[in-house]
Nanobody, 122 residues
């Protein structure tokens, strides 16, 4: 069993930065493709970014150039650095882990964290 715990959310003004962290336990995180998703009120959950086992990355168009994902396998932690935040980035952000054999946008994620709230005021 894998457990994911997110942290680092908060309330910031537009233009500010936040760094989210996702710590995995139960199995080493380097076994997994890791992703970040978000869900805004009244909207469906959407893909934000993912990172492969070899640290290849895939960003949603809405965050490319502003958000940066990274992983520290020694710490079993994945980070999401969010810069130039906009009010439309307001959402609950979820970390997820996939045991898929191949990297891609449409892979199934097997484990999910509880989420951390990010609120960006204008």
């Amino acid at each position: 069993q894998v457990r994911l715990v997110e942290s680092g959310g908060g309330l910031v003004q537009a233009g500010a930065s936040l760094r989210l962290s996702c710590v995995t336990s139960g199995r080493p995180s380097n076994n997994y493709i890791m992703g970040w998703f978000r869900q805004a009120p009244g909207k469906e959950r959407e893909f934000v970014v993912s990172i492969s086992r070899r640290s290849g990355t895939d960003y949603a168009d809405s965050v490319r150039g502003r958000f940066t994902i990274s992983r520290d396998n020694a710490k079993n932690t994945v980070y999401l650095q969010m810069d130039s935040l906009k009010p439309e980035d307001t959402a609950v952000y979820y970390c997820a882990a996939s045991s898929a054999a191949f990297y891609g946008r449409r892979i199934e994620y097997n484990y999910w964290g509880q989420g951390t709230q990010v609120t960006v005021s204008s």
